[in-house]
């Protein structure tokens, strides 16, 4: 990895509790497990325990590209403890200054934008993180608002391509705010259509009101009009691909081929479909929404809007999940003969789209998640929708249930590589280093996910990685030290026309291309277990 691209986030070094939490440092952070529904009054069962009300709801939202388009739903993070850190400052002691009235609020999209974007790539934190600290967004609408996430979103998908054209025109990097000013304008100019003179003149004033930016005002000047000139044609030479760090795009050529790669770089140049998951009768609410029905269960909606506008929204009738996010469930009830009438654990569980699944399918729930803000959250989005789980506040590794589930879920902490099409932000918050800590996070999650499972009963697996040493190799290494576990072979996938080679072993690896419309999906993997009957 080169130039100012970031490194791992400091909570993947760290243990379980730090690594799932929204906020790694909190002195108050539960030690012990909390229990709580939707609805009811205080549980005097439990000592320190609580039942919640679940009111509130998602909000996902959409961007503008400079002509409406939105990029996307920030889909829920639940894989890898949070990519950045969520509890930090943005960078730069100029931040405050974003927000003076002399600024248009074009200009303060646009600050808010670079400075996102040296965020991520400086200083590993979480591209939502960022925008959402960022004052100069204080007050804007969310047209603006939904810009500055494009500007930095459309950055980050193209940032290979973007540096490629900068390279030749800026001899020495200049200090890291002043190149995200001008990866933010090329990314404007080149891949959002948005007028030379508006992207070079504002940038221009951005930078000479920075105080640290100020004196290279000139060369942003410069480079910025060269760029309008050429760097189109200049960006057309370099193959998407690119777009990929290094170490990603070697290890993927190596896992999947390179024409599976070239066809993941195309899904990340452009914005994500909406995916919605439905309680019941996907038919009727792909015709009531305008979209499609995809793998038989998931409606796809071509554009965004505003999400809470959307038909059955506040009736809580559907909840955002991408088509990969919600194979885990359906694979546990398949695998399970069914889940009606069944105690069933999901682990790792906030904001909740596989809980709300599960519940649709009849089980009994017990969502285990580590943090409060997280179960809160979770708590909210079964109230939108109408659904009642048992919510346990809980350190995994130090978690015991009173008795044992019939069927669990864990849905691992992860590198989430495979969530690059909604997430960018993801391919520069890791590196290859980082994932030893996550897999032996992974194994230690599944030992003790483990001893949640009733004899006889079913454990899955997932992770929302590309990354082939979060996959099988955890479930190999597991099935050595558990003798009263053996793998259950998934043979096939209702709805997806999967090559054999995704099925190979009887686990499951979903790879973005596999989308049957050829929009995308997430990267998962997958692999369904059982205990033995006989097991004590």
């Known amino acids: 990895m080169t130039g100012c691209r970031s490194g791992m986030d400091p909570w993947m070094a760290l243990p379980y509790a730090r690594a799932m939490s929204d906020t790694p440092s909190r002195p108050d952070r539960p030690r012990g497990p909390k229990r709580s529904s939707q609805g009811g009054g205080p549980d005097r069962r439990k000592p320190g325990g609580s039942r919640k009300g679940a009111k509130g709801s998602q909000s996902d939202k959409g961007g503008r590209d400079g002509k409406g388009r939105g990029d996307g739903p ?12 969520a509890d930090a400052k943005p960078a730069g002691g100029s931040y405050r200054k974003s927000a003076r009235p002399d600024l ?5 999209a646009r600050k808010a934008a670079a400075m996102a974007v040296a965020d991520v790539l400086g200083r590993g934190f979480r591209l939502e993180s960022s925008l959402a600290k960022n004052p100069a967004l204080d007050g804007l609408d969310p047209r603006d608002r939904a810009f500055a996430r494009a500007i930095a979103a459309t950055t980050l998908r193209r940032l290979g391509q973007i540096d490629a054209v900068l390279a030749p025109l800026v ?15 090329t990314a404007q100019m080149v891949f959002m259509d948005v007028a030379p003179h508006a992207a070079v003149g504002d940038t221009v004033t951005l930078v000479k009101a920075d105080s640290k930016g100020e004196p290279f005002s000139g060369l942003v000047n410069a480079v910025l009009r060269k760029v309008a000139e050429t760097g189109k044609a200049d960006a057309a030479q370099v193959p998407p691909v690119k777009n990929f760090p290094g170490w990603l795009r070697s290890e993927w050529d190596r896992l999947y081929g390179k024409a599976v790669v070239r066809r993941m770089a195309v899904l990340l ?7 919605l998951s439905v309680k019941s009768g996907p038919e009727s609410w792909a015709a009531r929404l305008e979209g499609k029905v995809l793998a038989d269960y998931t409606v796809r909606l071509d ?22 996010a919600a194979l885990p469930a359906r694979l546990l009830e398949q695998a399970s003969g069914g889940l009606s009438g069944k105690r069933v654990a999901d682990l790792c569980a906030a904001p909740g789209g596989k809980t709300m699944q599960l519940v649709a399918m009849g089980a009994s729930v017990t969502a285990i998640d580590l943090s409060e803000a997280r179960t809160e959250r979770l708590s909210r989005n079964l109230a939108r929708t109408k659904m009642e789980a048992e919510i346990v506040t809980a350190d995994l590794t130090e978690y015991t249930p009173e008795e044992t589930f019939d069927a669990v879920l864990l849905d691992a902490p992860c590198s989430a590589t495979g969530t690059f099409r909604r997430h960018p932000d993801v391919l520069y918050n890791r590196r290859e280093r980082d994932i030893t800590p996550l897999t032996r996070l992974q194994d230690k999650l599944l030992k003790h996910a483990a001893k949640c499972v009733s004899p006889g009963g079913t454990l899955l697996y997932s992770v929302c990685s590309l990354q082939d040493r979060e996959g099988a190799a955890r479930v190999s290494k597991f099935l050595k030290t558990a003798p009263d576990f053996s793998l259950v072979a998934i043979d096939a996938v209702p709805g997806l026309d999967l090559p054999d080679s995704r099925l190979e072993g009887g686990m499951l690896r979903v790879l973005p291309p596999d989308a049957p419309d050829g929009r995308g999906m997430d990267g998962f993997f997958i692999a369904v277990l059982r205990r033995g009957e006989d097991a004590a």
Do not use: C, H, M
């Open 269 to 275: 140049a452009s914005a994500p479909p909406f995916d």
């Open 171 to 185: 001899k020495r990097p200049p200090p890291g705010r002043v190149q995200a000013f001008l990866q933010t304008a």
């Open 104 to 108: 248009s609020n074009a200009q303060r």
């Open 303 to 324: 554009t965004i809007g505003n999400v809470a506008k959307l038909d059955g929204y506040e009736d809580g009738d559907w909840w955002a999940q991408d088509v990969s």
């Open 74 to 85: 920030k889909g829920a993070y639940g894989k890898g403890g949070g990519r950045g850190r």
